[in-house]
């Protein structure tokens, strides 16, 4: 089986951000970029997808002491995908917000196929890429509802 965790520091950064992009993709979103694959991949499901709790930390300042926010609902699922032959292939793990195990587990199946250099370059141009473009414009959509009603206070110094 193909080694299917990146041991250098750029391979697990790349890594970590096609996970983010996916991660907040919409069900449906996920949904639609499956159902517009050419070749979708045979598969088994090491671990169906499981819902449960996680607890959220803080730091007051983002510095100071670590306190207990509260918990969030998360789902996680993870597959296995199978060539050809039925032989395992590349193992892909998923972790959304929420209860949605649909979600975590098409976050599982891109994972997988992130990492077969076979459908690489495929899946980051049809899906990855799309996805982080429609992500940027949304956040900027945000940003510039929100800068539009942000007031500027400044203090004038007294000259006693």
């Not at 979103?29 to 499956?34: F, M, V």
């Not at 296995?80 to 209860?99: E, I, K, M, P």
């Not at 599982?108 to 980051?124: E, G, K, Q, S």
């Not at 473009?133 to 959509?141: D, F």
């Amino acid at each position: 089986m193909p080694d299917t965790i990146p041991t250098d520091d750029r391979a697990r950064t790349a890594r970590q951000a096609w996970l983010a992009v996916l991660a907040k993709a919409s069900l449906a979103e996920l949904e639609a970029a499956w159902d517009e694959l050419a070749e979708k991949p045979a598969y088994r499901r090491l671990r169906p997808g499981e819902t449960g709790l996680v607890m959220l930390r803080g730091r007051i300042g983002g510095t100071g002491q670590p306190f207990n926010l509260g918990e969030m609902a998360m789902t996680r699922a993870a597959v296995q995908l199978l060539d050809t032959a039925g032989q395992v292939s590349y193992a892909g793990f998923g972790h959304v917000a929420g209860r949605s195990t649909r979600r975590a587990e098409l976050v599982a199946l891109f994972d997988a196929m992130l990492l077969d250099p076979a459908r690489h370059a495929v899946i980051t141009a049809d899906v990855v890429a799309p996805l982080a473009a429609r992500q940027q414009t949304s956040k900027a959509v945000r940003t510039a509802h929100v800068m539009a009603s942000k007031v500027d206070f400044f203090t004038m110094v007294r000259g006693e």
